[in-house]
């Protein structure tokens, strides 16, 4: 058996996951040297098929330049290919291996932030073309509720992370105040403006570290220094170096993060960080059901600036053990799961049981 992976981009979030998969099985990586939302490959590979993008329809449908539709996919491989019904060839891929008689998966989101439309609808009934699915998280896979579903709770290289932990040199939380830290591009999803008006109100004390940037990063300097917050922002820029980016976590307390949460929640769980995000389902991303609300963080009330407020002030209130114990529990959710070794021995499950 030889298995194939089609991706739009291979980030390197996902060079832990991939590099494990490549010890496993004979495999291909088919992706492109930057997506159509401009995300790079990074990952270095002789497995890997590289093409030079994507072909454009109004911006709209998308092609994946130079993938192989027919010659290396045969009977008795597996080939798993983004779900995304924007890219054309990945769906009349689907179609030509099912009539072919190979066996596919279709691995992208059950949902995402805000996708309760007719396209979702789209998107769902087009897994059926798949013989099994492969979903972000369990909640999404329960969702679904099809048949051959199968999830990967959606994680990061926590080996990695620990190592950074181990090796750096922080100060230790609460030697310099208490620290709210916002991780993650500075966009409309993420809602930082929203974050800073609510640290307007909160005590002088609490302070924000931000890692992220985005173009117009000005704009939101411009709004901190006139809501007299100069000296309680600090702009960490986009770091990339997980070492770097472990001197500031380990100085905050808490992540907090006013929009549709994703990925950063389960980076930040990797810290011991407990989390504030806002309470709404439908508007995060999939990685949100790691999230237990009074127990790995707090949630408030979606677009409700004085439930953030409070809920800030209530963890910034907590007594030691209490706060350790909702520390703990972020950890735990990340030992349990969430990270690339479960993800790992998640995808292998999925591939033994097709294979059968």
Same mark, same amino acid.
């Given at each position: 058996?030889?298995?194939?992976?089609?991706?739009?981009?291979?980030?390197?979030?996902?060079?832990?996951?991939?590099?494990?998969?490549?010890?496993?099985?004979?495999?291909?990586?088919?992706?492109?040297?930057?997506?159509?939302?401009?995300?790079?490959?990074?990952?270095?590979?002789?497995?890997?098929?590289?093409?030079?993008?994507?072909?454009?329809?109004?911006?709209?449908?998308?092609?994946?330049?130079?993938?192989?539709?027919?010659?290396?996919?045969?009977?008795?491989?597996?080939?798993?290919?983004?779900?995304?019904?924007?890219?054309?060839?990945?769906?009349?891929?689907?179609?030509?291996?099912?009539?072919?008689?190979?066996?596919?998966?279709?691995?992208?989101?059950?949902?995402?932030?805000?996708?309760?439309?007719?396209?979702?609808?789209?998107?769902?009934?087009?897994?059926?073309?798949?013989?099994?699915?492969?979903?972000?998280?369990?909640?999404?896979?329960?969702?679904?509720?099809?048949?051959?579903?199968?999830?990967?709770?959606?994680?990061?290289?926590?080996?990695?992370?620990?190592?950074?932990?181990?090796?750096?040199?922080?100060?230790?939380? /609460?030697?310099? /105040? +208490?620290?709210?830290?916002?991780?993650?591009?500075?966009?409309?999803?993420?809602? +930082?403006?929203?974050?800073?008006?609510?640290?307007?109100?909160?005590?002088?004390?609490?302070?924000?570290?931000?890692?992220?940037?985005?173009?117009?990063?000005?704009?939101?300097?411009?709004?901190?220094?006139?809501? /007299?917050?100069?000296?309680?922002?600090?702009?960490? /820029?986009?770091?990339?170096?997980?070492?770097?980016?472990?001197?500031?976590?380990?100085?905050?307390?808490? +992540?907090?993060?006013?929009?549709?949460?994703?990925?950063?929640?389960?980076?930040?769980?990797?810290?011991?960080?407990?989390?504030?995000?806002?309470?709404?389902?439908?508007?995060?991303?999939?990685?949100?059901?790691?999230?237990?609300?009074?127990?790995?963080?707090?949630?408030?009330?979606?677009?409700?600036?004085?439930?953030?407020?409070?809920?800030?002030?209530?963890?910034?209130?907590?007594?030691?053990?209490?706060?350790?114990?909702?520390?703990?529990?972020?950890?735990?959710?990340?030992?349990?799961?969430?990270?690339?070794?479960?993800?790992?021995?998640? +995808?292998?499950?999925?591939?033994?049981?097709?294979?059968?």
């Amino acid at each position: 058996m030889k298995l194939h992976i089609i991706q739009p981009a291979i980030p390197k979030y996902r060079i832990p996951f991939f590099n494990n998969l490549e010890k496993k099985y004979d495999i291909n990586f088919y992706t492109t040297e930057t997506d159509f939302l401009g995300v790079k490959t990074v990952y270095e590979s002789n497995k890997l098929v590289l093409s030079k993008g994507f072909k454009s329809f109004f911006n709209k449908i998308f092609w994946h330049k130079g993938l192989p539709l027919n010659s290396p996919y045969r009977k008795g491989d597996i080939v798993v290919i983004n779900g995304n019904p924007r890219v054309l060839n990945y769906m009349l891929l689907f179609i030509f291996l099912r009539l072919k008689g190979v066996k596919t998966v279709w691995w992208g989101h059950g949902w995402t932030a805000g996708s309760y439309s007719r396209a979702a609808a789209l998107r769902i009934y087009l897994m059926r073309l798949a013989t099994a699915i492969l979903v972000y998280t369990d909640k999404e896979c329960m969702s679904l509720a099809q048949y051959q579903c199968y999830a990967l709770n959606n994680g990061l290289d926590s080996h990695a992370i620990k190592n950074c932990i181990d090796k750096a040199d922080a100060p230790q939380r /609460g030697s310099s /105040g +208490f620290n709210l830290v916002f991780v993650g591009r500075i966009t409309k999803k993420s809602n +930082f403006e929203f974050l800073l008006h609510a640290l307007s109100q909160v005590e002088n004390s609490i302070n924000l570290n931000v890692i992220g940037s985005c173009e117009n990063i000005e704009y939101y300097k411009g709004i901190a220094f006139k809501l /007299g917050l100069k000296d309680r922002v600090i702009w960490h /820029g986009a770091l990339f170096d997980e070492c770097e980016i472990a001197q500031v976590m380990l100085s905050s307390h808490v +992540f907090v993060y006013p929009g549709a949460v994703g990925l950063s929640l389960i980076h930040a769980f990797n810290y011991g960080l407990p989390a504030i995000i806002h309470s709404d389902s439908k508007y995060h991303m999939p990685e949100f059901s790691a999230f237990r609300n009074n127990i790995n963080g707090y949630c408030f009330d979606k677009g409700n600036i004085n439930d953030l407020v409070s809920k800030i002030n209530l963890i910034f209130n907590l007594d030691e053990k209490n706060y350790m114990k909702m520390s703990n529990s972020a950890m735990l959710t990340i030992s349990q799961s969430f990270n690339t070794s479960d993800m790992f021995n998640r +995808f292998v499950g999925m591939i033994e049981d097709l294979k059968s």
